[in-house]
């Protein structure tokens, strides 16, 4: 009796499947789990049922990132319909193409060196963060979410925290090396005289760590003595002060 009850309370053509699931959904799959996803009332929106699963969406939302979070007010079926085969890949781009997707919506825009690679190079899954795969449903095929902004997510730190890891304090977008944001007189020696002309690894030499990355010497250098860096031609004689 229960069941004839709900049959009644749904539309016929409700109870037949409009379409096959988006393989990414093909547990669903089957008019007994309809319900897992469509509410019997039509009043109630999908989308609690969606964020239920997609928590790595609901996240952003909470904190304001994304894409999601600055045009997602509308439904979530009305950009990720489904029922349209297995292989329809739940994003229609009926705005954009991949290729023509204006990063600025996603509140990040990219410049310098970042404007002139491919999607696929960042988006890929080596550079997903952990905090987002784990609240994600499944595996990410597609992996548009699930960056971070911060550049050692995806880059080397070849400093190996010797210095600041507010990367755009020195280095820019545009071009990385030399770091054209860095000035020596914010440190404690400042450059003068002929130090003002040396390269840097003249003074800080390039060695190669445990996994090959670079690792310059910033922070372990001694400059209390001329001595620490110069050899002493008077072999001592004339004691250690040079600049007297």
């Keep these: 009796m229960a069941v004839l009850t709900l ?13 096959k699931l988006a393989k990414p959904h ?3 799959e089957g008019t007994t789990q309809c ?3 469509h509410q019997v009332s039509r009043r109630e929106a999908m989308d609690r049922t969606c964020l239920a699963c997609h928590r790595e969406i609901g996240r952003l939302l909470q904190e304001k990132r994304g894409l999601h979070s600055r045009e997602g007010s509308t ?4 950009c990720h319909p489904d029922h349209a085969g297995e292989d329809f890949a739940l994003i229609p781009w009926t705005r954009d193409s991949i290729e023509r997707f204006q990063h600025r919506r996603a509140g990040w825009v990219l410049d310098g060196a970042h404007e002139r690679i491919e999607c696929a190079e960042c988006h890929t899954a080596k550079y997903l963060q952990p905090s987002s795969t784990a609240l994600a449903p499944g595996p990410r ?18 400093h190996r925290g010797s210095v600041s890891r507010a990367c755009a304090d020195c280095h820019t977008t545009a071009k990385w090396d030399p770091a054209p944001r860095f000035n020596h007189d914010s440190t404690k020696y400042p450059l003068t005289g002929r130090h003002d002309s040396v390269a ?10 445990p996994d090959q990355g670079i690792d310059p010497a910033f922070p372990a250098l ?12 008077h072999q001592g004689r004339l004691g250690a002060q040079c600049a007297d």
């Design 7 to 19: 049959a009644l309370a749904v539309p016929v053509r409700a109870q037949l499947s409009p379409g």
């Design 75 to 78: 439904r979530c079926s009305s």
């Design 222 to 233: 001694k400059f209390g003595q001329c001595s620490a860096c110069h050899s002493d031609p």
């Design 26 to 28: 093909r547990s669903l």
């Design 141 to 158: 095929t597609e992996p548009w979410t699930g960056l971070d902004r911060t550049c050692a997510t995806c880059h080397d730190e070849v």
């Design 200 to 209: 840097c690894t003249g003074c800080h030499p390039v060695a190669r760590g």
């Design 35 to 37: 319900l897992k996803c």
